[in-house]
């Protein structure tokens, strides 16, 4: 069933808090409703809209929301070694990782308390403590707006990498996921080589699914705000991958600066955007309302009276003096509308 809202203000359903109207938000329930949506209202501009974790409105938004309201689990295959299910795209993320920790099963534990929707997590493959959504996505079904019928890709067909995937290249604007597809292990395959996982695990009793989650969950309430509290929308920058001279040449500089291999990409490197805007001098920076949060320079905030259009300013500004000190272009994670 279609539930249609006209003029509504934004800042409920999006974790920065910002207040811009939008002037229609369909929330819709299955492939049927889009069909006859589309159909009838032909939209010529459109966004989906998930939990609103990774979205920022800069300004009104004159277009439709859609936002999907579907969250069944299926299981689909069980094996003695897997168990494979379908989850559709409103279902919490964290939720269900939840559910795969009491199941006894592998392959979501590290990915605790990402603030997401089931349906958003391949859009940018979301990651955290070497993991990345996409070691579990075995499949994800969406919707084409221009055939009006829905498609099942393979992970490879996803094109997933780094915060990407397809439906940020080629199917942005035509794709809206309405299902994802997991296939989680019943052995145990612990990934604990991140940080302080091991460490924090250890000192919870030793490595089980739980310990995993609650170390995760635990590292993660440290570093990152709680939307709840302080408007915020996780990383605000992606990591930037850069040539490997110019890595080099930075490292002669800087010998402490963190910086990771990218797998399959030899003359790649990436660098941590959180280093380069806190030795730029900005961690804990605050202009307008907005700021770099003091535990992770790679969030930005909302002290809860910034707009939209002033989050993209500081942002902005953020970008220009990690350029001028480093001569590195950082870019946003979050979605900018
Ligand atoms: N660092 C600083 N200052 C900071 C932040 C980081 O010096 O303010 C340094 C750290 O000391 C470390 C390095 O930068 O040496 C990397 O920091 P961290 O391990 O905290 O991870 P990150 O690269 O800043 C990425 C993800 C996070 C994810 C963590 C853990 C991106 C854009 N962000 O952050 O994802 O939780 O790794 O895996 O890749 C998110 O996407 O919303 C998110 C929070």
New binding site residues.
Partial sequence: MIHIYNNINIAPRISFGVHHQVKTLVEFENVEDLRSYFSEHNPEKWYILGAGNNTLFTHDYDGVVLTPVCRELEVLAETDDYVDIRVEAAADWDTLVQWSVDKGLWGMENLSA?PSSVGAAPVQN?????AEAKDVITHVEYFDCRTMNVVRLTNEECRFA??ESIFKQELRGVAIIMAVEMRLWRAPKPNLG??DVMREVEALGGVSLANIRCAITAI?GR??PDPKVLGN???F???PIVEREVAERLLDEYPSM?HYDVPGEPNKVKL????L???SGL?GYREHGVGVHE?????LVNYGTASGYDVKHFADFVISVVEHKFGVAISP?VNIL
């Fill in positions: 990402i979301i990651g955290a403590y070497g780094y915060r991140y940080g993660r570093k990152l929308a996780g990383s920058f992606k990591n963190p941590a955007a959180g280093w805007i806190d030795q961690k535990h992770q320079a790679l969030v994670e």
